[in-house]
C-alpha cells in the first residue's frame, strides 16, 4: 500500500500530482479530500484556493509477490524474471533466468520455504488468504511428472511382492500427488504416516477376498 498526500491550489491539480508522483491511474486509487479551502481577501479578485487530498494506491497480490521475490533474488545475486499467470482459486508466479538452481534447492525445499514466505505476506499484506503458487523454469511440473513415474512404478512393486512400501519424508504437496497417481488403483492404496516434517506415504496391497 502506498499513500501520498498532496496540496494545491485545487483539489483536481493536487490528485493531479498524486497521481503522477505514484505512476498510477485514477482508476487504480482511493482518493479522500482532506481540505479545500477558499481564503477571501479585501478584493474578490484577490481571493485565492487551496486544496489537500490523500491518494491511496493498493497494489495487487500479484504486483506485491514480484516486488517481494524481486528483492529476495536481487539479495541473493540470482538475475530472474517473472512470469505471472491466474488460474482457478491461486495465481502463479514462475520465475526464469540463467543458474536458478539455488532458489529451488534440495528436491525443492527451498522453493516450498520460499513460496510459504510469499504467501505468509500476501496474507497479512491484503488480509485475506490468497494462494500464490511459485515455479523456477518447471521445475514443479517435472517434479510431479518424477513422482507420479515413482508411484507406478513402486506401486507395481507391491503388486509383484505383497510387501508394502514407504517412500522417503515427502511435503503435503507431494504426498498428494502420489495419493492422486493411484487413487483409482484396485489393487493398492496409499495412506500417510509419521509426524511433519517426516510424514511418508505408505503404498499397500488392498486385502483380497
Do not use: W
Not at 486509487?29 to 481540505?35: A, N, T, Y
Not at 506485491?64 to 529476495?72: A, I, P, R
Not at 488480509?127 to 507406478?152: H, M, N, P, S
Amino acid at each position: 500500500m502506498k499513500i501520498v498526500e498532496k496540496s494545491a491550489k485545487t483539489a483536481e491539480e493536487a490528485i493531479e500530482l498524486g497521481l503522477q508522483e505514484l505512476g498510477v491511474k485514477r482508476h487504480q486509487v482511493k482518493i479522500e479530500v482532506l481540505e479545500e479551502k477558499v481564503k477571501k481577501g479585501i478584493f474578490s479578485f484577490l481571493s485565492s484556493k487551496s486544496a489537500k487530498v490523500r491518494i491511496v494506491y493498493q497494489d495487487s497480490p500479484e504486483e506485491m509477490v514480484v516486488n517481494l521475490l524481486d528483492k529476495v533474488c536481487e539479495a541473493m545475486g540470482v538475475f530472474a524474471s517473472f512470469e505471472t499467470s491466474q488460474k482457478p482459486g491461486a495465481f502463479m508466479v514462475n520465475i526464469t533466468g540463467p543458474d536458478l538452481g539455488i532458489l529451488i534447492g534440495r528436491r525443492g525445499d527451498t522453493l516450498d520455504a520460499l513460496q510459504y514466505l510469499v504467501n505468509l505476506a500476501a496474507q497479512k499484506h491484503f488480509g485475506e488468504r490468497t494462494r500464490i503458487i511459485l515455479d523456477v523454469e518447471g521445475y514443479r511440473q517435472r517434479r510431479e511428472e518424477t513422482l507420479v513415474r515413482l508411484a507406478k512404478r513402486l506401486s507395481e512393486k507391491v503388486k509383484r511382492t505383497g510387501a508394502k512400501v514407504v517412500l522417503e519424508p515427502m511435503n503435503p504437496q507431494e504426498r498428494r500427488i502420489i495419493h492422486t497417481a493411484l487413487q483409482d488403483d484396485l489393487k493398492v492404496y496409499t495412506f500417510s504416516e509419521g509426524d511433519e516434517p517426516y510424514r511418508k506415504v505408505v503404498i499397500s496391497l488392498k486385502n483380497r477376498h
